[in-house]
């Protein structure tokens, strides 16, 4: 408690500490920065569904609300050469459930993120780029399941790129290897109290899946920053588990087939379009397939070089865990940022998304709104203040149906 104290207090003191500094130069165009953030968030629903226990003696019930510490060091390198651009950056997040309002410190984990991309040719006539990404959190991106889960997941792809006659057509082969596996978390064991395995953390480890996707793309730049696009890819999802102990479906595998063309890029000197349709089929193994159009239409506004907004649409159908097999997003977003006198910048999103989910009568809406303001203090510190509102009904209630605030502080010290 005490060392939770120190860490609370460090965060929320005027530091005369300095983001982004000098780092250690690796060579003429490479350079190691090393990094410390600290971040206090309140939740109103940190310990959403109850304190678990793996041994089934069911769930305690307690308020959800709570305040969860962050603490994450980490590195980061960037080189930008004009032959080979290398970004990478990694770091651990201690989150410390702090138990200052509800008993929830046994939800307490130690997370993890890498990522890294190299490009080499990336202005040649062939170009390569190899991309690793991992994360281990319990901010899951899978919309079936409730909160709770710690997922961890791990994406490994490659991209040959071909650019004929200067640049102007481009052409691309991909593959990636993706990895998603999800652990008892003890917020997310409900025990009897759930009818359904998304939301009963015991079960979770049953939506462990592989994926392989390979993807063929193409774009033909006929103004300098206005280009035709092309997007299609395949994937191949393999679950760990299918069917129960009694031969009930657990999962439904599906290997989803897109393919998209159209128009993105500047249309004016401030306003940006993408506008893009295409077909999409899930190819589900049993069960429903989806067969159908989707599409993307997206306005953008830059009214000077420190201000822009953002607003769109788009229908999207992707696979999923659990007995739906796959699901049908229908979003609309908004977001804008503005730098305000160079040390300060404010930006703002809200999306609103409707899904569908396959195989069941299912239906979830959710709508969030964030906002935060973003100050350099010093030339290597930066501090965030910001907030999130997220609004969330399902047709199945229970842990899928509710109202979360979010609510934080976070600093950033890069050397």
């Known amino acids: 408690m005490i060392l939770r104290l120190l860490f609370a207090a460090l965060l929320l003191a005027p530091l005369a500490a300095q983001a982004d500094g000098q780092g250690i130069a690796l060579s003429d165009d490479a350079r190691l920065h090393f990094f410390f953030e600290s971040e206090l968030r309140y939740d109103s629903l940190a310990g959403q569904g109850?304190?678990?226990?793996?041994?089934?003696?069911?769930?305690?019930?307690?308020?959800?609300a709570d305040f969860i510490l962050h603490i994450r060091p980490g590195a980061k390198v960037i080189e930008q050469g004009t032959e080979l651009q290398l970004t990478g950056l990694a770091n651990i997040d201690y989150v410390d459930y702090t138990g200052w309002l509800a008993p929830t410190h046994q939800l307490s984990y130690l997370g993890a993120a890498v990522q890294a991309a190299l490009a080499v040719g990336g202005q040649g006539p062939?170009?390569?780029?190899?991309?690793?990404?991992?994360?281990?959190?319990?901010?899951?991106?899978?919309?079936?399941?409730?909160?709770?889960?710690?997922?961890?997941?791990?994406?490994?792809?490659?991209?040959?790129?071909?650019?004929?006659?200067?640049g102007a057509i481009e052409a691309g082969l991909g593959y990636t290897f993706?990895?998603?596996?999800?652990?008892?978390?003890?917020?997310?064991?409900?025990?009897?109290?759930?009818?359904?395995?998304?939301?009963?953390g015991a079960l979770y480890g049953d939506f462990d899946s592989q994926t392989h996707r390979f993807a063929l793309d193409a774009r033909w730049k006929f103004f300098p920053k206005t280009a035709i696009v092309f997007d299609s890819s395949f994937e191949l999802r393999e679950y760990s588990t299918t069917v129960d102990s009694m031969g009930n479906v657990i999962n439904r595998p599906s290997d989803p087939f897109l393919v998209e063309a159209g128009l993105a890029g500047l249309i004016t000197e401030k306003v940006r379009l993408v506008l893009k349709g295409g077909y999409s089929n899930t190819l589900s193994q049993s069960g429903d397939t989806f067969s159908g159009p989707v599409a993307q239409l997206e306005a953008g506004w830059d009214p000077s070089?420190?201000?822009?907004?953002?607003?769109?649409?788009?229908r999207t159908v992707q696979p999923v865990s659990g007995t739906y097999g796959w699901?049908?997003?229908w979003r609309g977003y908004l977001s804008a940022r503005v730098a305000l006198g160079g040390r300060f910048a404010l930006s703002g999103s809200a999306n609103l998304d409707i899904l569908f989910f396959a195989n069941s009568d299912r239906q979830d809406t959710q709508a969030m709104a964030q906002a935060a303001l973003d100050v350099e203090?010093?030339?290597?510190?930066?501090?965030?203040?910001?907030?999130?509102?997220?609004?969330?009904?399902?047709?199945?209630?229970?842990?899928?149906?509710?109202?979360?605030?979010?609510?934080?502080?976070?600093?950033?010290?890069?050397?």
């Open 50 to 64: 109850g304190i678990g226990a793996s041994n089934g003696s069911g769930p305690t019930a307690v308020d959800p």
């Open 126 to 166: 062939v170009g390569f780029n190899v991309s690793e990404a991992f994360n281990r959190s319990d901010q899951t991106t899978n919309p079936s399941l409730g909160i709770g889960s710690i997922t961890d997941s791990n994406n490994l792809g490659a991209r040959v790129a071909f650019r004929p006659g200067g």
């Open 178 to 200: 993706g990895i998603e596996s999800y652990e008892l978390h003890s917020a997310g064991d409900l025990g009897s109290s759930c009818t359904d395995s998304s939301c009963n």
């Open 305 to 314: 070089e420190t201000a822009s907004i953002t607003a769109g649409a788009l």
């Open 327 to 329: 699901y049908d997003d």
């Open 377 to 415: 203090l010093f030339r290597m510190l930066h501090a965030s203040i910001g907030a999130i509102l997220t609004s969330r009904d399902s047709s199945l209630g229970g842990v899928f149906t509710y109202q979360r605030t979010e609510a934080f502080i976070r600093l950033n010290f890069t050397y």
